[in-house]
């Protein structure tokens, strides 16, 4: 099991954090698609989310190992104005 830190409105509606079952090894998209099972109505929101592991951005290609890894956290697009 894995924690991750929710910001913006998936912290408003799912909470600060959810816990997931991640494999041993997993990528950004594994992440994505976990939670996104996990809370099927927030699929949509889930999905287009930016992924920070270990406070650095993850890129499509990285993989990482489940027992290595501190953070994990979903971050929402913004926009400026």
């Given at each position: 099991?894995?924690?991750l830190k ?76």
């Open positions: 099991m894995k924690e929710l910001f913006a409105y998936l912290a408003e509606t799912l909470g600060d954090t959810i816990t997931l079952q991640l494999p041993p090894t997993f990528d950004k998209e594994q992440i994505l698609q976990v939670a996104a099972a996990a809370y099927p109505l927030m699929k949509a929101e889930i999905m287009t989310c930016n992924v920070a592991v270990d406070q650095e951005f993850a890129a499509i290609t990285d993989t990482f190992v489940r027992e290595e890894v501190g953070e994990i956290a979903l971050i929402p697009p913004v926009s400026g104005g």
